[in-house]
Structure formats: structure tokens, C-alpha cells
């Protein structure tokens, strides 16, 4: 899939546990630990405005697009 989830790599320049993450924002840890593996079909923005503010970050941070390359 060309979205990448770099949640993993924010909380840890954070020094943020998932689970305090997880309360925060209302999911649960099982869910957050989907959403950081990108096993997820879609976040809702609510989730993402959330993951944002408490980790003071924009969405291009957690974010990303890689295109499949061309053979």
C-alpha cells in the first residue's frame, strides 16, 4: 500500500507510550497498535486531529505517501 504510517517513529522521537497515547485519544490499544502497522482501511479525522494535537504534530508527520515504483 503506498500510505505508510510512521505513528511508531513520532511517539518515539516523543518518548510517548502508545498506551498513554491510546487514552488520550479514546481507542483502544489493540486499535492503535493496528493503526501504527497500517492494517487499517482508514482513520477518522476526529482520531487524527487527536493523534496530532497531543503529539504536537501535523498529519504529514505520521503520514505518508510512497508510490509503487515502476519495474
Known sequence: MPIV?????VL???KVKSKDLAAHIGITEANLSLL?????KGVRFATLEAICEYLDCQP???LGFEPA???
Open 5 to 9: 504510517v510512521r505513528l511508531d517513529v
Open 12 to 14: 518515539a522521537e516523543r
Open 36 to 40: 501504527k502497522s497500517g492494517k487499517v
Open 60 to 62: 504529514g508527520d505520521i
Open 69 to 71: 515504483r515502476s519495474k
